[in-house]
């Protein structure tokens, strides 16, 4: 079992509707981080999360510890909102050291 | 800032040639990450360095693969010799705080080993 899984693994939607993707882990974090990804390869970091909900522009996201869970929220969505979002979190060794997991990403397309 | 700045963007080589790829982080940035992302198994740290030192290069895959940072501006990911399963996008990222922090990445290097 993967310690990041994501679900879903694509998601299709139509123009204007409300997105949820979603992210659980099985190991203990000190942070957790929503990535974008376009088409064109680049990634962006849109969140960075250790507690809470972190809201910008049409993006929401929100963990619970406890739970071991996040979710990424995507309020009146566009086309240009397509991309692959992924779910990392890093996992602390004490110190400086740690590692970054990633989750493998869920694929989601936004039509007209 | 111009951002992270990775080169080159893109790389064909044949097997068994030497590869380097190059970073340069954010100025200000005290870590700096090495990530590889392929198909099969998306993206993976490699190693990552703090304050120019290596922290953790678990992820780094076996000895072909040699990753320095001489300097705070600029790190280096070394493949000798390349095979073609090392293909795939090479990407660096940089951060101002542990944990880390918010992660910013470079465009990537893609290579291409034949």
């Known amino acids: 079992k993967n310690e990041v899984e994501q679900s879903p693994q694509n998601l299709t939607a139509q123009e204007g509707e409300f997105i949820t993707i979603n992210c659980s882990y099985s190991v203990g974090i000190s942070a957790l981080h929503w990535l974008q990804q376009h088409p064109g390869g680049g990634i962006v970091s849109l969140f960075m999360l250790s507690s809470g909900k972190k809201k910008h522009g049409r993006l929401i996201a929100t963990i619970n510890i406890q739970e071991k869970h996040s979710s990424l929220h995507i309020t009146a969505s566009h086309p240009r909102d397509s991309a692959v979002y992924i779910c990392?979190?890093?996992?602390?060794?004490?110190?400086?050291?740690?590692?970054?997991?990633f989750g493998k990403g869920t694929k989601l397309s936004v039509k007209p | 800032d111009a951002g992270v700045i990775q080169s080159p963007r893109h790389e064909v080589t044949e097997m068994g040639q030497e590869v380097t790829l190059r970073c340069k982080p954010i100025s200000g940035h005290d870590y700096l990450f090495w990530y590889r992302q392929t198909m099969m198994r998306g993206l993976e740290l490699l190693i990552y360095f703090n304050n120019n030192v290596p922290i953790d290069d678990s992820g780094m895959p076996e000895d072909r693969f040699s990753a320095k940072m001489p300097n705070a501006s600029f790190s280096t990911l070394k493949i000798q010799p390349s095979e073609p399963r090392d293909s795939a996008v090479y990407f660096c990222?940089?951060?101002?705080?542990?944990?880390?922090?918010?992660?910013?990445f470079g465009e990537g290097s893609r290579l291409t080993v034949l």
């Open positions: 990392a979190v890093w996992r602390g060794y004490g110190g400086s050291q740690g590692n970054l997991i």
């Open positions: 990222a940089s951060s101002l705080e542990g944990s880390p922090g918010e992660l910013f």
